[in-house]
């Protein structure tokens, strides 16, 4: 079994910035990919950024604004928002490419975190 949980999001003012954390627990063999989702009301998800061991990814949206890091040790990856604009109000989530002990290999994704940016 595997589980992701995150922590992070809130409330904040535009301009101001968050950090999110999506850590990692089970059976877990290799992490090939972590990324940050997001979805808005009445939005499908998109993708916000993504890291593999070479190569990191991000959506026009949020290119200079946010950094996405990871921390193998720890099976844990952190989005670094700053210059947060209203629209980048959604619900947060973290997904992971997994292999497990028995050599499977899975998606999985956290519970979501809301972050709200807002005067």
């Known amino acids: 079994q595997v589980q992701l949980v995150e922590s992070g999001g809130g409330l904040v003012q535009p301009g101001g910035s968050l950090r999110l954390s999506c850590a990692a627990t089970g059976s877990i063999f290799s992490i090939y990919f972590m990324g940050w989702y997001r979805q808005a009301p009445g939005k499908q998800r998109e993708l916000v950024s993504g890291?593999?061991?070479?190569?990191?990814n991000y959506a026009d949206s949020v290119k200079g604004r946010f950094t996405i890091s990871r921390d193998n040790a720890k099976n844990t990856v952190y989005l670094q928002m700053n210059s947060l604009k209203p629209e980048d109000t959604a619900v947060y989530y973290c997904?992971?490419?997994?292999?497990?002990?028995?050599?499977?290999?899975?998606?999985?994704w956290g519970q979501g975190t809301q972050v709200t940016v807002s005067s």
């Open positions: 997904n992971m490419g997994i292999t497990i002990v028995t050599m499977a290999g899975g998606d999985y």
């Open positions: 890291i593999t061991s070479g190569s990191t």
